[in-house]
């Protein structure tokens, strides 16, 4: 079982930055494939970023590609979200999620194992 926690959402200005962090609990969370997607309002699910459990093999959504970094820490089962260049249109709920699964097999569904309950992110414009 995988707890996930996410915090560092807020308010931005387009063109800010952000931080997203997931607290996981759990023996397992070292040998899991996370990820992040997010939820704008009156839109579906969109996959962000996933990174393997060596945080060797990284994916991301091309719109995201050179302005969000994913990273992972082991150690202390943690896993980020750095947001840079922020725009109006990243305006969403960001969950973190967690899969026993290798990235290629769960980066383009939604069927994650874990997901955590989400943090809001919003850019102003």
């Known amino acids: 079982q995988v707890q996930l926690v996410e915090s560092g959402g807020g308010l931005v200005q387009a063109g800010g930055s952000l931080r997203l962090s997931c607290a996981a609990s759990?023996?397992?969370?070292?040998?899991?494939?996370m990820g992040w997607f997010r939820q704008a309002p009156g839109k579906e699910r969109e996959f962000v970023a996933a990174?393997?459990?060596?945080?060797?093999?990284?994916y991301y959504a091309n719109s995201m590609k050179g302005r969000f970094t994913i990273g992972r820490d082991n150690a202390k089962n943690l896993v980020y979200l750095q947001m840079n260049s922020l725009k109006p249109e990243d305006t969403a709920v960001y969950f973190c999620?967690?899969?026993?699964?290798?990235?290629?097999?769960?980066?383009?569904?939604?069927?994650?194992?874990?997901w955590g309950q989400g943090t809001q992110v919003t850019v102003s414009s």
């Open positions: 990174i393997n459990w060596s945080g060797r093999s990284i």
């Open positions: 759990g023996r397992t969370f070292s040998s899991y494939t």
């Open positions: 999620l967690a899969d026993p699964r290798p990235p290629p097999v769960v980066v383009a569904t939604t069927s994650w194992d874990y």
